[in-house]
């Protein structure tokens, strides 16, 4: 099973909030050692004082014994920190993931309930089949002991739309008959009889599964046989504000399970544990013996040799009872159900259970219930003893210096355990949180728990609930529009103005929301695309809400009906007469779209928002009115001209993005721009004031070309909206170049075509890039400034997001001349595969060109590390992409440290910081998925050719073509297969590098000539004349073209 599953298993960058703490894990071994040194030495102490005491009372012998009582708990967690040990490398558990989607186990979802409200039911259940998981390979069974005709008849409807979802049940039970065990018991020896599964997943018929639950949890099974069940920590969505009855049971999850867990010993908390279906049918099915019969199904596992293990990661989100007495009667059941431990020497259970575990299981129980009686006799006996006298032997000064000395030593050694488990545990809590277990978590009645003490979730039940994409009720065109109208129409000014705010500085490239215009639009007349304008917003910013969590996006709807309500809407609105808020909607859906990798809807929506906004541009110039409608009052305005200003040069970012990497040409070039004698981009100043300046006049002093727009000084932060858009339109020439083969195009290996030659198209890129740079203000620049200084000025995003698309752009440029395969012992070169350039670099320039390029990462690397540090933490599809770029060079040259003479020894830890983002990105935007694969097979590439120096000896880029594409693509096709093959069968070394000239593209004869000119001659066609699309005509793919790659990838 090892050897078969293993090569799918991905290991992902830890929790930071939960891997930090293995820095305290000696210093909690040792303080757990000397508490319990402390501890065996004072109590007896005690003990002996009071027995030679000559006037003893009972109030002496009751505070040693509420003394014990309460120090009871906290010796036990010391012991079980102990026998987990004190190496910190054994760390929390690994976040695993098992990737691929063919082979893998057969697993069953069991979904037992009795008389739960079908909704709740019905919501798990679409989330269980939803989950990320071969269909081929998945059952999902609902077990239902109440016989409910009404949740028979819904998942009979739903099993049309998910064949693999099934309705059992045993008939409607008189008493408990086992409850949820029986239930369990039947899945396992009646239903599954003829098909048994692998393995089993349980969930609670109100826990919602996150979507890669089973690939999160499955590796921990598939990497040790002899583990049996993997349970996760229960993560809960309607906690109330500071948790003050202990329902989380925090310090049960991250601390006393997670010790139990490093021995292989970890307690199932019921729902949310998959299991191997052998080993629990070895051990004789679920107990039946305890209302608990998950915490007894570990002990019998552990006892029969088994390991089980717990996942800490959120992967699935239930409900805590909502009232006093239903949190009582949960707690009183599972205390009943640890007093039923005994029941084990009671036949016939004691007939299914070998003897030494049924003593062991009974007495665990017994001290258990004894224990929770001490609380009780604690909790009363306090009051009594703080109206006594004589608590301690006080008939000499010594007795009493020696019980104050032993006193505070044993309680300050288990006021630091306290303190050292939480802080290992990654959380913050109190130092008695052990208490969270006594009958009504007596830690909470000193008010030692405090409001923020989970570790913060960017997922949450509902968000999961209404991200399933078979959703009945949120699939596209089964949304109520009134509904959807009538909610946006009632959300509140502060709501919305949040909302707005979280938008502009999430998404730079979209700053095109004038703020005081939209809610005036929105609190006068509230029209049909003011309203959707307000959607399209909620729906992106949703998407960081999730990372940002305030408490006010609890009035937000799910972002799915947000999504089918603007798809009908901008259905009906692209064909009115034009409008600014239609436009402006349509950019932040293409953006949305390429998010969520829809690339043709994307390009769909961005190209009508062009066409649009080119008619309300158009109409604005015409000499004479092309439009009987238009209000001179809105030519007046001084702030309507801004909009329109901003906006069009979002389309020409929007444009410039979308068209990157790909063979689409671009729909708006400066060209074009200057036709509609559009002006520079307005400053933040001057887009939130208005200005006087005629924004339409088109003086040539308003050239669009960088060198005659830039003003006498230098472009500060306030102008960042001008820096981008001149950023863009450079960065997609670089893109240009190198989708359009970059150094192997025709002639581009020339004498006069190498990047040193001054006039060189590389070089003339690169000189136009450095202009840019050097027309900003040197505040601007990192990391000679830092995104801390500007997030205080509240540009910190914008400080950001200009620096990497320099160190992008400039990363890209480098890289295209580099080895995409060196040895270990390369230094800086150029390439090493066909063509060849045919002219020698002067001396130090690739060490110049590496130094650049591997700065560049590691600048892109450390400016997301620090704007997340700082809170300027952007999520956009750009931003996510340069994350890729970054990460693939930092594993570039901490595999091949020779490539830049050892200049970069952080590169690991850098790589590290893109890979942390990378993951919460990809939770964000599907956009990351196929990058992170890309990462993994280049770096199963790169480890195996710096272990194993002759495995890929004499191999080039060539031999991985397909992986080579990958890394430069913006527009992402999943091609984990070509990349599996060819890292497989690369392998060995040739007996000689031979190479072959790589495939022309095909084009008619009369445009050879053209795609032989220096590239410069392309970029400016393609830049300046693109509505006469000349040779990109040949390399527009068809939609056809565009599915099949999608679905071979």
Known sequence: MISEYVGEIEELPPDPRIWSGKRYRKYLYHTAQAAIWTSTVYYPIRLLM????????????????????????????????????????????????????????????????????????????????TMDYPESQLRVLVLDDGA???????????????????????????GRVFAKAGNLNYALFTVQKDTPPEFCAILDADSIPKPDFLRATLPHLLLSPQTALVTTRQYFDNLPAGDPLSQSRLHFYTCQNA????????????????????????????????????????????????????VQEPLQFGLVPTSLEGHIAQRNRWHIGHSQQLFTLRPPTSSSIPR?????????????????????????????????????????????????????????????YGWLQTAHAGIRGSPFSQLENSWLAGG????????????????????????????????????????IDDHLASLPTSVILKSLN????????????????????????????????????????????????????????????????????????????????????????????????????????????????????????????????????????????????????????????????TYNPPMLPMSEMEKLKVSRPLSTVEFAFGTNVSLYSGHT??????????????????????????????????MTFIFNDGRRAPGMCAPENCPWVPGSPWSRTKAQLERWRAGQHDRLHYPSNSVAIHMTLGYGESFTYINLLYYLSTLMLHREYFPFMPTAESGPRGPVDHPLLEAEAPVGWWESSALELFSAAEHIARLLHEASECGAHLMTPFVGFCAFSASYMNLYIYRFPRM????????????????????????????????????????????????????????????????????????????????????????????????????????????????????THLLTEVSTYSHEQGAWSQWWPTLEDIDLALVSG
């Open 50 to 129: 009071i027995l030679l005491e000559a006037q003893q009372s009972w109030p002496m012998w009751l505070m040693l014994a509420v003394e014990a009582i309460f120090g009871r708990l906290s010796y036990q967690d010391q012991r079980l920190t102990v026998a987990a040990g004190g190496e910190p490398e054994r760390g929390p558990r690994k976040r695993l993931r098992l990737r691929g989607s063919r082979n893998l186990p057969r697993v069953d979802v069991l979904i037992p309930c009795c008389g739960e409200p079908v909704s709740v039911i019905l919501d798990t259940v679409r989330a269980a089949c």
């Open 148 to 174: 409910s005709t009404q949740l028979r008849d819904a998942v009979s409807e739903l099993h049309s739309k998910w064949p693999y979802l099934f309705y059992h049940t045993r008939g409607r039970q008189s």
């Open 259 to 310: 010790e139990l867990d490093r021995c292989g010993r970890a307690i199932d908390a019921g729902s949310g544990a998959v299991f191997r279906r052998n080993a629990i049918i070895d051990v004789g099915g679920y107990p039946t013996f305890s209302f608990s019969e998950d915490w007894q199904l570990s002990l019998i596992l552990r006892g029969m040799g088994y390991r089980t293990v717990q």
């Open 356 to 416: 030494h575990l049924q003593w062991s299981i009974a007495c665990g129980g017994l001290a258990i219930t004894l224990g929770l009686v001490g609380h009780v006799i604690g909790y009363g006996a306090v009051p009594w003893l703080l109206m006594s006298r004589s608590l301690i032997p006080a008939s000499s000064s010594f007795l009493i210096k020696t019980q104050v000395i032993l006193g505070l030593l044993h309680v300050s050694t288990m006021w630091a």
């Open 444 to 483: 909470s009645l000193a008010k030692w728990h405090f409001a923020k003490h989970l570790p913060a979730s960017r997922y949450n039940r509902r968000d999961v609930i209404v991200n399933m994409d078979d959703t009945d009720h949120y699939r596209h065109g089964e949304v109520d529009i009134s509904q």
């Open 502 to 661: 979280v938008f502009t500085n999430k998404f730079p490239e979209l700053g095109i929301l004038h703020l005081p215009t939209l809610i005036q639009s929105f609190q006068s007349e509230c029209s049909k695309e003011t309203k959707v304008l307000l959607g399209v917003t909620l729906l992106v910013t949703k998407t960081q809400l999730s990372l940002l969590n305030p408490s006010w996006a609890n009035s937000l709807l799910p972002s799915k009906q947000y999504e089918s309500y603007i798809r009908q809407s901008l259905s009906g609105l692209i064909l009115q007469p034009p409008d600014i808020q239609v436009v402006q909607a349509l950019l932040i859906m293409a953006l949305y779209e390429w998010g969520c990798r829809d690339f043709h809807k994307a390009w769909v929506y961005c190209g009508i928002a062009i066409r649009i906004m080119q008619s309300i541009q158009s109409r604005r110039i015409a000499p004479y009115p092309l439009d009987t409608d238009v209000s001179l009052g809105a030519v007046k305005d001084t702030v309507a001209p801004g909009i329109e200003n901003r906006t069009i040069w979002a389309c020409f970012i929007m444009d410039r993005m979308i068209s990157s990497g």
């Open 701 to 734: 002093g308003q050239n669009l070309t960088w060198a005659e727009r830039l003003p006498s000084g230098l472009l500060d932060i306030t102008q960042c909206y001008e820096i981008l858009v001149s950023g863009f339109d450079i960065w997609a020439q670089v």
């Open 900 to 1015: 830049n003479l050892s200049r970069s020894p952080q590169a690991e830890q850098l790589m590290n910081f893109c890979l942390a983002y990378l993951e919460e990105f990809r939770h964000v935007w599907k956009l990351g998925e196929a990058w992170v694969s890309t990462l993994k097979h280049a770096s199963l590439l790169y480890e195996r050719a710096s272990t194993d120096r002759g495995r890929y000896l004499g191999k080039s880029r060539q031999d991985f073509d397909h992986l080579h594409q990958s890394i430069h693509e913006f527009r992402v096709v999943d091609r984990s297969n070509q990349h599996i093959q060819e890292i497989e069968g690369a392998g060995g070394p040739s007996p000689g590098v031979t190479y072959s000239q790589p495939a022309q593209r095909i084009v008619p004869s009369s445009e050879s000539d053209n795609l032989s000119a220096p590239l």
